[in-house]
């Protein structure tokens, strides 16, 4: 464990990461992972990211070392494609059982390293080490390394235990392998000047093959992707790229950084989602790639291209304008760069009225504030009750954000767009923009939502009814045990509060607000907030009265 | 009679199997406004959400003890402390439900202990119910982690009742397996009802799960069954459990109670419903419903119309046991020789199975199977859809979990109707198949067609598989 440890210390202290730089010594040490609250907390482990990382490698033999849980309820569930082998998507594990736990599964390990390489004959094996066996002291290195010379096959192990952290540090202990056991271990067939590494790229729904193209067209070659559609092959000899470009920097932004450090490549932070920042990556790219001796005609004809994409995705995008006018989007989402997608969203005329920045920069947050004004709320947090209690009160048209806050959206009957990784449709480059202005269109304009948010006509008359015949009505009445349960009453799903506290609070404090009733009592005043406005304006207490 | 086989191989590969504290965490979600909290890892609990997440595509209550390299060292104490404290703040919880999970068990932690002291520590939480249950991941599957999590609710929450409390005979509970889906609930509480019984699904995830729209946002589970209800099934008349996987919790019932339990292995199909509508009948004293004479013989018809389609086909499926005992006897009892089957773990059923063998296995060997034999209708899970793409044979989709197709929460297979439906649904598939892909041409009988082998039953011996 004291490798695991050292290489955990080591992640965080990153020196390629700007916003980790930027901070103190001390704590830069301690790095980004928060201390996890235990009953709310959400979101994947390490071994979850590591697993995600490297997963798009398409023709590598992904195998889980630990009890059915961590593959058995995980596997096959992310959107990755392939354009050649499709031994990723099968899920292989050694599902431990109790005598492994009380014996130690290396032996199990081996044997099931063996089975896959004969039955499989994958060009290598990924072996992805978990909690349990983490514990019981199973040492995979030495595993795998036996399993190499026997079989002559590359058993990689990915020292990945999900307690030891986060997912995206599950991501970068995923690269740190790839630096350790992968990269530069073998070489390419043929080398050119317009080899370039892409760092962070999956390849969801096939994303990747949007602008595919493009690069095809300028003749710049994928050396290898880390790790969308990627192959064993590519990785392994992808320190012959002349430059790199880092998609998911919150990822995978060590692989980059050592690789600088170790074969001089040079690397930017990029991303395709939105129109400019396509083409500022694809600048980008034809300048690093002249840097390193590629012919200076490729800054022009990357010009042309970028002039002909762009003038073509704005065109496309123009007549949703007048439709799009005044409606409203709340953009909340983690892993696509939010301002990417902003500029796309207003040039297509939706007017935003907040978005996400938790995992945002400073440079991140002021160029949103550039782009959408003091209008736009910057949100760094936002529960889900007090989200749906936003779109209830329709402050927006729309939500655009991970499959996560999907509900929260869908039971507000909002309309709703996926824009995370679980989405099915792909919006990368400048066809993807254009994509998601159609979707967005597509979801708002459904004829659906004005029936859903209609009230069935029955509904009225239930509730006339059920006043008539309900034991309430007689409560009127002012029998003292009517008038202890009415007061007992809950006045919100929420349970925080009843009806006898608030008014009690009310009245020996003479409030008048829903933030002094706040105070008083232990009301949250999130979705009760309307329901004490009620009281407060319904029954003005005892002492006002008096006042009067 | 089927012989059990285990399987040889270090590896599975493409598991048919999910983890076991999940299966219990499943069933807390059937109780109203209650937290399930996983006390391990956060991984282990993000997991499970996305898998119930993909199924129901609704929001799933679920929360982790978010244990740490560290505390797992230290023990789990203060984790579980502090989540159930901020669960107990922040989402109000009416019962939090937890299942331990295979990093905490293997680190030993003992949790009944530390609910003691919790509950010492912090009197503010004498009223909310805590339940416990010990699910390690690698032990078991899925499915007894829900009977293990329903026999400990029925030992914590059920009131054993005062003697002179008279019992009520119209009150009736159902302790349902989790092969039912929340549409199949539902279509049990409306056959129940109609004898003028009044059912206690403990749990009940037709009031959880059902994907309907609730007025307000709750953190909690937004339906199910409350936990003052669950107090008073000791007063019901009958307890009916359904699949085999309930008979403990149905005889805890009947320990601490006095209720008498009757199991319904299987409610697929036209005799056990037979069984199963007499046993109603019986025990409310009422004649059986004319509905229920006509949807008998609308299941009777609709054998009638499907067998030709459905009978003689060549049947491989994976499922947990119960689920596939239910499936894979009424599929038998329609004609379909069972030729692979292969379920998750141990249980009473499977030798009882209409098939020579049954393997505790994964999907690759369903997969190896169903090839060397020519079996031509795969029944299995979502994840089976790789496998059928493969053998390019008719698949269909039954269980946990259903992340591919809409409205998985609502498939209905119990009843005469339930049986009738899934039955219309499998043959439709079949007839669709032959169109798509039997249509002869003039060349179809002029090769010489390889003579029919006669139906081998079963496996062959293992050990003689070519591993390709």
Same mark, same amino acid.
């Given at each position: ?548 | ?180 889906? =929340?549409?199949? !609930?539902?279509? @049990?509480?409306?056959? #129940?009802? $109609?004898? &003028?019984? /009044? ?121 947990? =046991?119960?689920? !596939?005992?239910? @499936?894979?006897?009424? #599929?038998? $009892?329609? &004609?379909? /020789? ?131």
């Amino acid at each position: 464990m004291s490798s695991l440890a050292a290489t955990v210390r080591d992640v965080f202290n990153e020196p390629g990461c700007a916003k980790n730089g930027s901070k103190p010594e001390n704590e830069r040490r301690t790095g980004c992972t928060k201390q996890l609250l235990p009953g709310s907390a959400a979101g994947g482990c390490a071994f979850d990211g590591a697993k995600i990382a490297l997963q798009p490698f398409t023709d590598v033999a992904h195998l889980v070392h630990g009890p059915i849980a961590c593959e058995g309820n995980s596997w096959d569930n992310r959107g990755a494609a392939s354009s050649g082998s499709d031994l990723w998507r099968a899920g292989f594990t050694t599902d431990m059982n109790e005598t492994d736990v009380v014996f130690g599964g290396e032996k199990r390990l081996s044997k099931a390293i063996k089975e896959i390489i004969l039955k499989y004959d994958p060009p290598a094996l990924f072996v992805y080490q978990t909690c349990v066996p983490a514990m019981i002291g199973d040492d995979i290195n030495a595993v795998c390394k036996a399993a190499t010379r026997k079989f002559g096959t590359p058993v990689v192990p990915v020292n990945s235990p999900g307690f030891v952290g986060s997912k995206n540090l599950g991501n970068k202990l995923a690269g740190e392998a790839l630096l350790e056991h992968v990269i530069g271990t073998q070489e390419p067939d043929d080398i050119t000047p317009y080899d370039i590494n892409l760092i962070g790229e999956y390849n969801l729904a096939g994303e990747l093959w949007q602008v595919k193209p493009l690069f095809d067209e300028l003749g710049i070659r994928i050396l290898c992707c880390i790790s969308g559609d990627g192959k064993y092959r590519e990785v392994a000899s992808s320190h012959r790229a002349r430059a790199a470009m880092v998609v998911c920097s919150k990822s995978m932004i060590n692989i980059a950084r050592k690789m600088k450090d170790r074969y001089g490549i040079p690397f930017f932070e990029g991303s395709f989602y939105g129109i400019q920042d396509s083409s500022i990556s694809l600048r980008d790219i034809a300048r690093l790639l002249v840097e390193r001796g590629a012919p200076g005609h490729l800054i022009e004809r990357t010009e042309a291209v970028i002039a002909r994409e762009e003038a073509r995705a704005w065109a496309a995008i123009e007549p949703y304008k007048p439709r799009f006018k005044g409606k409203k989007a709340l953009l909340i989402t983690g892993g696509v760069k939010s301002w990417s997608v902003v500029a796309a969203l207003q040039e297509a005329g939706l007017e935003l009225v907040g978005t996400s920045v938790k995992k945002s920069t400073k440079e991140d947050k002021e160029r949103i504030r550039e782009l959408t004004g003091q209008a736009t709320q910057m949100i760094e947090d936002m529960p889900p009750r007090a989200m749906y209690q936003m779109l209830k009160d329709a402050k927006a048209d729309i939500m655009l954000s991970g499959g996560k806050s999907q509900f929260v959206a869908l039971k507000a009957a909002t309309p709703w767009l996926d824009i995370n990784q679980e989405r099915c449709h792909a919006y990368m480059g400048y066809l993807g923009m254009v994509k998601l202005v159609e979707e967005i269109d597509r979801s708002l304009f459904n004829p659906m939502w004005e029936q859903l948010r209609r009230p069935a006509p029955w509904q009225a008359l239930a509730r006339t009814l059920a006043k008539v015949h309900s034991p309430a009505a007689i409560s009127i009445s002012g029998s003292e045990i009517d008038e202890t349960a009415r007061r007992a009453k809950k006045i919100c799903v929420c349970n925080t509060v009843d009806l006898g506290t608030i008014e009690d609070a009310v009245c020996s404090h003479n409030l008048t607000s829903v933030e002094a009733v706040r105070q008083h009592t232990n009301a949250i005043g999130g979705c009760c907030k309307r329901r004490i406005e009620d009281i407060l304006q319904s029954s003005p207490s005892h002492a006002l009265q008096a006042a009067e | 009679m089927a012989v059990v086989m285990t399987p040889k191989k270090a590896c599975a590969v493409n598991p048919l199997k999910m983890s076991q504290p999940i299966g219990g965490a499943f069933a807390f979600m059937g109780l109203r406004g209650a937290m399930p909290l996983l006390h391990g890892a956060q991984g282990c609990t993000s997991f499970g959400l996305t898998l119930f997440v993909r199924h129901f595509k609704e929001a799933v209550p679920l929360q982790t003890t978010g244990m740490t390299e560290v505390t797992t060292v230290l023990g789990g104490y203060d984790n579980l402390e502090q989540a159930i404290l901020n669960i107990f703040n922040r989402a109000k919880p009416k019962v939090i439900g937890i299942c331990s999970t295979g990093v905490t068990e293997t680190n030993g932690d003992d949790v009944d202990a530390y609910i003691k002291l919790i509950r010492q520590k912090h009197p503010q939480l004498a009223r909310l119910p805590l339940v416990y249950v010990s699910t390690p991941d690698f032990k078991d599957a899925f499915q007894d982690g829900w009977g293990k999590a329903v026999t400990r609710m029925v030992e914590v929450l059920v009131e054993t009742p005062a003697v002179d409390v008279p019992r009520d005979p119209a009150r009736v509970n159902v302790l349902p397996g989790c092969h039912l889906t =929340p549409g199949d !609930l539902d279509e @049990l509480r409306a056959i #129940l009802s $109609d004898f &003028g019984l /009044q059912p206690s699904f403990l749990p009940d995830l037709a009031g959880s799960l059902d994907g309907h729209v609730p007025d307000e946002f709750t953190p909690t589970t937004i339906g199910g069954i409350g936990v003052d209800e669950i107090a008073l099934m000791g007063r019901a008349g009958w307890t009916i459990a359904i699949g085999s996987q309930m008979r403990r919790a149905g005889e805890a019932m009947q320990a601490k109670t006095g209720v008498p339990f009757r199991l319904f292995e299987r409610l697929c199909g036209l005799l056990p419903n037979d069984e199963f509508i007499a046993f109603l009948s019986e025990i409310s004293g009422r004649p059986v419903p004319s509905k229920y004479r006509r949807q008998r013989g609308q299941l009777v018809d609709a054998m009638l119309d499907t067998h030709f389609h459905i009978g003689g086909r060549k049947l491989a499926i994976g499922a947990e =046991p119960d689920l !596939l005992f239910d @499936l894979s006897s009424m #599929l038998h $009892d329609m &004609g379909v /020789q069972v030729i692979a089957a292969v379920t998750t773990t141990h249980s009473a059923v499977l030798e009882r199975l209409a098939s020579e063998e049954v393997l505790i296995g994964d999907l690759e060997d369903l997969e190896e199977v169903a090839k060397s034999k020519g079996c031509d209708l795969l029944i299995t899970h979502s994840h089976g859809r790789q496998a059928a793409a493969r053998l390019k044979i008719p698949f269909y989709r039954v269980g946990f979990p259903m992340f591919d197709r809409i409205g998985a929460g609502h498939h209905n297979s119990v009843g005469y109707r339930g049986t009738r439906d899934l039955v219309f649904a499998i043959a439709n598939l079949l007839i669709e198949d032959r169109e798509q892909n039997y249509r002869p041409t003039p060349d179809t009988w002029r090769t010489s067609a390889p003579a029919p082998r006669p139906c081998l039953r079963g496996f062959t011996d293992r050990t003689e598989r070519p591993i390709p």
